[in-house]
């Protein structure tokens, strides 16, 4: 039963004459956060991974619609007076309880989130993204992943059951593998062939090293979560070859040459901020203070599309440069795109 179905009807007409000019749904964002008038979700425990990487167990709130393995979730915490928003890979099955994520700690959200005690109130978007396996799941697969590239994969991992699968994963030392305990365990239960390529003994992994490792990898089907450089040469192995391409997760657009930046005016939010020729005008903006709109990763999904007002941006994967005039703004995905030149966005 909802909390609104609890208050009746004639408490909220109550309420409400109470609470002018505000709402009740105003006072359940105090009382009950999870049931406000924005999705949240709260901190039930933060579990150690790795010596920089945690996994954070979330209880999401009301009008949360789930997810199926290998999205992400975009989380906004409030950090000295700044909302920021960051994306993080879901790892927990999506017919458990709780949602986790695993972060590594690197940044001002994850940091915070570190840090975060029970009960802890987060700001939380649906999950999304398109990195995840096909009904019915192929025969054989291969996971290629490095560092923190592990957690989409762990995600699909613990919610499908794959007949014959290979991972090969690149970290520093065994140590410092994320869910390296479950993998192995997953390796010696034979529920998968586990791969460890640690650089610290070892030059760093690349495509060229897969044919070795893995004979059969063109029968396989493939996904890939890991740096840009390891995803490039990869992608350029599949094409060579002329292999079925992998699934591909990208934490970062890829940048194809650094530009010139310039000066971002936000209009409506009255804020302007230095930005540079190889920075997103999305973290551009959050870093700056602005509410920047996001319910994408790096071009996966348009929730970061906003008006271009004036001047010109640069896409980062390609380098194509669009232009707006003052008299015709033109809709830009900030997430994919960096200031060439002075511009100005309507936010």
């Known amino acids: ?29 105090v ?19 790795t010596g920089d990487a945690v996994t954070v167990v979330l209880h999401p709130g009301h009008g949360w619609a789930g997810h199926t393995p ?39 959200v994850s940091h915070y989130l570190a840090q975060s005690t029970r009960g802890t109130i987060v700001e939380l978007q649906q999950a999304m993204g398109e990195f995840g396996i096909q009904s019915p799941a192929p025969a ?21 059951r794959l007949a014959d699968a290979v991972i090969v994963h690149s970290a520093r030392t065994a140590q410092t593998v994320i869910f390296g305990g479950e993998l192995r365990a997953m390796a010696a239960a034979g ?7 640690h650089t610290a003994h070892a030059p760093r992994l690349v495509a060229a090293d897969l044919p070795r490792l893995v004979p059969d990898i063109s029968q396989r089907c493939a996904w890939v979560s890991g740096p840009n450089s390891l995803i490039d040469g990869i992608e350029q192995l599949y094409t060579d070859q002329g292999w079925a391409p992998p699934t591909i997760e990208r934490f970062r657009a890829r940048v194809a040459d650094v530009g010139q930046g310039g000066s971002v005016e936000f209009a409506r939010s009255g804020i302007s ?11 551009v903006g959050e870093a ?9 990763r790096m071009g996966i999904c348009f929730g970061c599309v906003l008006p271009l007002a004036e001047g010109s941006v640069r896409d980062l994967r390609d380098g194509t440069v669009t232009t707006a005039g003052h008299d015709e703004p033109v809709l830009i995905q900030t997430c994919i795109n960096a200031a060439a030149g002075p511009c100005s966005l309507n936010i």
């Open 31 to 49: 009382f009950a956060p999870l049931h406000g008038s924005s999705l949240r979700a709260r901190v039930v425990a933060v579990l150690p991974e």
């Open 273 to 283: 901020a230095d930005a540079p020729g190889d920075s997103a005008l999305l973290d």
């Open 288 to 296: 700056a203070g602005v509410l920047m709109p996001s319910g994408c």
């Open 191 to 197: 529920d998968l062939t586990l791969i460890e390529h």
């Open 1 to 29: 039963m909802s909390v609104r179905s609890v208050i009746g009807q004639a408490g909220v007409r109550l309420a409400q004459a109470v609470a002018t000019p505000l709402v009740p749904e105003d006072y359940l964002d």
């Open 70 to 108: 290998g999205q992400f979730v975009r989380l906004g915490v409030d950090v000295e007076g700044v909302r920021h928003w960051r994306s993080y890979s879901i790892t927990s099955r999506p017919d458990e309880r709780h949602l986790t994520i695993t972060v590594r700690v690197q940044g001002t």
């Open 140 to 160: 054989k697969a291969l996971f290629v992943t490095a560092g923190s590239g592990i957690t989409p994969v762990m995600g699909l991992l613990r919610a499908v």
